[in-house]
């Protein structure tokens, strides 16, 4: 090392001090970089699906660096619906009142039950 500082005439403290500034971003590059082709080759995939693939390539990463990155470059999967609308209200069928809608409670045990009616398609 010694050697290639004195043929470029740098000295080793300021070869160090250059490499250790960029290193880090080499290296956070080439990271997003197999993040983004992992996330677009598997859309379905999250973050700990991505740090798992990643440890199965060798990389050392912790998920929430992989979640940062993915949050970063807007590659998180989209979510599926997790529950089905059942409430229809442009329909042709009758609408009835609310019977107690301005009905004025003066005592306790006075309503006791609500009906929702559920009609499937």
Not at 27 to 50: F, H, K, M, S, W
Not at 69 to 74: A, I, L, Q
Not at 105 to 116: G, R, S, T
Request: include cysteine; glycine fraction near 2%; charged fraction near 30%.
């Amino acid at each position: 090392m010694q050697e290639a500082c004195t043929a470029a005439q740098v000295s080793r403290v300021s070869y160090y001090r250059y490499f250790d500034e960029h290193a880090p971003r080499q290296a956070e590059t080439e990271l997003r970089d197999r993040i983004q082709r992992i996330a677009l080759e598997n859309r379905c995939y999250g973050y700990r699906r991505v740090a798992a693939d990643l440890r199965l390539q060798g990389i050392v990463v912790n998920h929430k660096r992989v979640l940062r990155v993915m949050r970063e470059d807007n590659l998180l999967s989209l979510r599926k619906r997790k529950f089905v609308v059942t409430t229809d209200s442009s329909h042709e069928r009758p609408v009835y009142p609310n019977l107690i809608a301005g009905f004025a409670l003066m005592a306790p045990n006075q309503v006791w039950v609500a009906d929702i009616t559920y009609m499937r398609r």
